[in-house]
């Protein structure tokens, strides 16, 4: 095997098993930087080891096997920890080299295990944001300066801080249960759709998609709904999460370019993903029959599961999903929020109604550096007619993406608004959706 295939192929394996494996160490060790640590001196061994005897048949027990070892080592300095090394010791000898990662248990799941860590009270909301999306989103530090503005430096010292807090608390690594779980289910929901959101619309870098950290947000959603399945909002976070991850095979062609979402083949939705956040969805309404009140995830899903139960964008219920937007506006207002609803009600009602909406939010200071406002505005100008003023805007929206996919099509609206128009009303026009 050449050198370029294996590095590719570490990289592919590095992406898919680190979460896991620096998740089972920190379990294993009870010490966060030792755990990455360890699993980086795996990756190293991988690097020098694999391009001369190629890719292990099971890549992610490779490396958890010769973490494993340097914990052992590690333990075996320490006389404190003797205990510690026989234990290893044997559960290394019992399951061996080739043996499977460990599978998601319900309740004991070293990756969900990792996000209640992540969301200690003991941490303010925005070290919990950073610290979650680098250990359970895999994400760099650099990675998650770019997607909140921050300098490189400022975001490392940030999480290296994060870490030193729990520390120095005493943090439990152990899922906490009962009431201190239920606590915290709301910051966890808050970081697993952070995730899932960075996996379906990379914030920078050449992919358009990071399918993987989809379906580990998919993954752990589904295990808090079985950890705490009278709660509507876990169930709606569920549902979305299911709904939403159903699109992901038709959001690029053949030739891997994006598709946005009313170009997309609905053929190619995951029906699977779509049966199941349509049933959570049905759970939702149960029990919400009883009383229950619902939330911000609920009333998500239920905007995607209008998107679902369309078989052509043009059978989409524009005015229903207005109107879903209108809610989730009182509920929880903020800005992106009234970007989305300037889009809807631009579809529902003209596009003069979603410039109108979109007017409110134009000068938030929280928006200054994004390039999605811009970019639905380009989006309603279009659709007004005002293809010069849409030109611009497109490209203004291009010169503020950090994503490099995103960049190719917002240049390409640009260039197009040129040719000629099909006819002043034409309904399908794809939104800018993510």
């Keep these: 095997m ?23 160490l920190a379990r294993i060790t009870r010490d966060l930087d030792l755990a990455e640590d360890l699993a980086q001196d795996a990756l190293v061994a991988a690097l020098e080891q694999w391009p001369d005897g190629g890719v292990p048949a099971n890549p992610g027990a490779w490396l958890m096997a010769v973490a494993k070892r340097r914990a052992i080592d590690q333990f075996r300095r320490n006389d404190t920890l003797r205990r510690r090394t026989t234990e290893l010791a044997h559960e290394a000898a019992t399951r061996g080299e080739g043996a499977e990662m460990p599978g998601p ?6 990756v969900l295990r990792l996000a209640f860590l992540s969301c200690h ?10 610290l979650t999306l680098r250990l359970v989103g895999g994400l760099t530090a650099q990675e998650i300066a770019r997607a909140y503005l921050v300098k490189d430096a400022t975001m490392g010292q940030r999480i ?7 520390a120095d608390a005493g943090a439990d690594l152990e899922m906490p249960t009962g009431a201190e779980r239920r606590e915290r289910v709301g910051d966890v929901m808050a970081v697993v759709y952070l995730i899932f959101n960075e996996g379906y619309a990379a914030s920078s870098g050449p992919d358009w998609t990071r399918p993987e950290l989809c379906l ?10 079985g950890l705490v399945p009278d709660d ?6 569920q549902a979305l999460l299911e709904l939403q991850g159903s699109r992901l095979p038709a959001r690029q062609d053949a030739a891997g370019r994006p598709v946005l979402l009313e170009a997309q083949d609905r053929r190619r939705w995951d029906q699977l993903l779509v049966h199941r956040g349509l049933a959570a969805l049905a759970e939702v309404e149960r029990l919400a029959g009883t009383g229950r009140p619902v939330g911000t995830y609920v009333l998500q899903a239920s905007i995607a599961a209008c998107h679902a139960h369309a078989r052509r964008p043009e059978d989409t219920d524009w005015a229903e999903i207005a109107r879903l937007y209108d809610v989730l506006a009182t509920v929880a207002p903020g800005p992106v929020v009234e970007v989305n609803r300037a889009v809807a009600h631009g579809r529902a009602h003209g596009a003069d ?14 928006l200054a550096g994004s390039h999605l406002l811009l970019a639905v505005h380009a989006y309603l100008l279009e659709r007004a007619g005002r293809d010069a003023e849409a030109a611009a805007a497109f490209r203004a929206a291009a010169d503020r993406t950090r994503n490099d996919d995103e960049r190719r099509i917002l240049l390409g609206r ?17 939104q800018g959706d993510r």
């Design 2 to 24: 050449s050198d370029q295939p294996t590095q590719e192929a570490i990289t592919a394996v590095w992406r898919h098993e680190s979460v896991r494996l620096v998740a089972a």
């Design 105 to 110: 248990d319900f309740i004991e799941d070293d």
């Design 121 to 130: 009270p003991v941490l303010a909301p925005e070290s919990r944001t950073a």
């Design 160 to 166: 290296s801080r994060a870490k030193r807090q729990l």
């Design 216 to 225: 580990e947000a998919m993954r752990l959603a589904r295990i808090l709904a």
């Design 232 to 237: 509507p909002e876990v169930l709606g976070l």
């Design 353 to 366: 109604a979603g410039l109108a909406v979109l007017a409110v939010v134009e000068a938030d200071p929280s």
């Design 414 to 430: 640009a260039d197009e608004i040129g040719a000629p128009r099909v006819s002043d009303g034409d309904e399908t026009r794809p």
